[in-house]
C-alpha cells in the first residue's frame, strides 16, 4: 500500500504568532515551484496554541497546500483543566494533526502511558490525527534494548485503540538521544526499529492496517540526512524540531525527492 510522506516541523516553545505567520509564507513560497518533486509530500507544521489562528487564516487565505497542527492537546473534553485546549478548540481551527507524548512532555510534564493512550483518544474524538511520539533515551539503547522499550510505548499508546481509528495513526519514532543533538540516528538505526513498529501493529491489528501507517523518524533530521532515512521501507516522513524553524531547510528537507539518490 502506498503511503503519503509526512513531513512535519515541530516548531515546540518558538515563534510568536508574527513569526509563525512569515515563516509560513516564506515557506510556502520556497515550496510554490516544487510540484515535481513535491507532489505527494505532505508537509505539516506544529504551532504553539498562540500561533494556530494566525497560520489558520493564511492557509486559508492563500489557499496553501500546507497542513498544521498542534504540540498538544486535553486528554479532556471540557471543564475545570484550567490552562489545557482541548480537541474540540483545536478541531474549530482546522488543526490536521497534533503532537502526542513527545518525550518532551513524557519528560517535563510526567506523562505516562495512560495519558497518552488518553489524548490519542481524545485527537481522535475530535477528528484531528495524532502524531504519536515514542523512542528510547540513551540508557535503554546503550542496553540494546530500544525495539522494546518503544514497542511497550506503542502498546501503551494504542491500548484500546480500534481498528477504525488506528489505521489513520501516525507513528513518530523519536529516539531521545538523538532529538536536538546533532546526532541523527542511521539510517539502519531507524528502519530496526521503524519496521518493528509496524510489525507490531500488524500484531496487534492486522497486515493491512500496519501496512497503510505512517511511521516518521524524527531526531535531529536534516536537508544532508533526510532522503538517506527516507530510503528505508518503513521511514515514511520525518517529524523535524530545530530544522524546522528555517523554512529554507525545511522546505529541502520537504523537498527530499530531489535530494534522493539517482534523482
Ligand atoms: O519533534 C521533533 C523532535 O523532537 C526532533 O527535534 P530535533 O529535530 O530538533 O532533534
Same mark, same amino acid.
Given at each position: 500500500?502506498?503511503?503519503?510522506?509526512?513531513?512535519?516541523?515541530? =516548531?515546540?516553545?518558538?515563534?510568536?504568532?508574527?513569526?509563525?505567520?512569515?515563516?509560513?509564507?516564506?515557506?510556502? =513560497?520556497?515550496?510554490?515551484?516544487?510540484?515535481?518533486?513535491?507532489?505527494?509530500?505532505?508537509?505539516? &507544521?506544529?504551532?504553539?496554541?498562540? @500561533?494556530?489562528?494566525?497560520?489558520?487564516?493564511?492557509?486559508?487565505?492563500?489557499?496553501?497546500?500546507?497542513?498544521?497542527?498542534?504540540?498538544?492537546?486535553?486528554?479532556?473534553?471540557?471543564?475545570?483543566?484550567?490552562?489545557?485546549? @482541548?480537541?474540540?478548540?483545536?478541531?474549530?481551527?482546522?488543526?490536521?494533526?497534533?503532537?502526542?507524548?513527545?518525550?518532551?512532555?513524557?519528560?517535563?510534564?510526567?506523562?505516562?502511558?495512560? !495519558?497518552?493512550?488518553?489524548?490519542?483518544?481524545?485527537?481522535?474524538?475530535?477528528?484531528? !490525527?495524532?502524531?504519536?511520539?515514542?523512542?528510547?533515551?540513551?540508557?535503554?539503547?546503550?542496553?540494546?534494548?530500544?525495539?522494546?522499550?518503544?514497542?511497550?510505548?506503542?502498546?501503551?499508546?494504542?491500548?484500546?485503540?480500534?481498528?477504525?481509528?488506528?489505521?489513520?495513526?501516525?507513528?513518530?519514532?523519536?529516539?531521545? =538521544?538523538?532529538?536536538?543533538?546533532?546526532?541523527?540516528?542511521?539510517?539502519?538505526?531507524?528502519?530496526?526499529?521503524?519496521?518493528?513498529?509496524? /510489525?507490531?501493529?500488524?500484531?496487534?491489528?492486522?497486515?493491512?492496517?500496519?501496512?497503510?501507517?505512517?511511521?516518521?523518524?524524527?531526531? @535531529?533530521?536534516?536537508?544532508?540526512?533526510?532522503?538517506?532515512?527516507?530510503?528505508?521501507?518503513?521511514?515514511? /516522513?520525518?517529524?523535524?524540531?530545530?530544522? @524546522?524553524?528555517?523554512?529554507?531547510?525545511?522546505?529541502?528537507?520537504?523537498?527530499?525527492?530531489?535530494?534522493? &539518490?539517482?534523482?
Amino acid at each position: 500500500m502506498a503511503r503519503t510522506p509526512l513531513i512535519a516541523g515541530n =516548531w515546540k516553545l518558538n515563534l510568536d504568532h508574527l513569526e509563525a505567520t512569515h515563516t509560513v509564507q516564506k515557506l510556502a =513560497w520556497l515550496l510554490r515551484d516544487a510540484k515535481h518533486d513535491f507532489d505527494d509530500v505532505e508537509v505539516a &507544521v506544529l504551532a504553539s496554541f498562540t @500561533s494556530i489562528r494566525s497560520v489558520q487564516t493564511l492557509v486559508d487565505a492563500d489557499q496553501l497546500e500546507l497542513k498544521y497542527g498542534a504540540q498538544d492537546i486535553s486528554q479532556h473534553a471540557s471543564g475545570a483543566y484550567t490552562g489545557e485546549v @482541548s480537541g474540540a478548540q483545536l478541531s474549530k481551527l482546522g488543526v490536521s494533526y497534533v503532537a502526542v507524548g513527545h518525550s518532551e512532555r513524557r519528560e517535563y510534564h510526567g506523562e505516562g502511558d495512560e !495519558v497518552v493512550a488518553a489524548k490519542t483518544k481524545a485527537a481522535f474524538d475530535s477528528g484531528i !490525527v495524532p502524531i504519536v511520539c515514542v523512542g528510547e533515551g540513551l540508557d535503554v539503547r546503550k542496553a540494546g534494548d530500544q525495539v522494546e522499550y518503544t514497542l511497550a510505548q506503542v502498546d501503551g499508546a494504542l491500548k484500546d485503540l480500534p481498528a477504525d481509528k488506528a489505521k489513520d495513526v501516525v507513528i513518530a519514532y523519536e529516539p531521545v =538521544w538523538a532529538i536536538g543533538t546533532g546526532e541523527v540516528a542511521t539510517p539502519a538505526d531507524a528502519q530496526e526499529v521503524c519496521g518493528a513498529i509496524r /510489525g507490531r501493529l500488524a500484531e496487534l491489528y492486522d497486515d493491512e492496517l500496519a501496512a497503510g501507517v505512517r511511521v516518521l523518524y524524527g531526531g @535531529s533530521v536534516k536537508s544532508g540526512s533526510i532522503a538517506q532515512l527516507m530510503a528505508e521501507p518503513d521511514v515514511d /516522513g520525518g517529524l523535524v524540531g530545530g530544522a @524546522s524553524l528555517d523554512p529554507e531547510e525545511f522546505a529541502k528537507i520537504a523537498r527530499f525527492r530531489s535530494h534522493q &539518490v539517482g534523482l
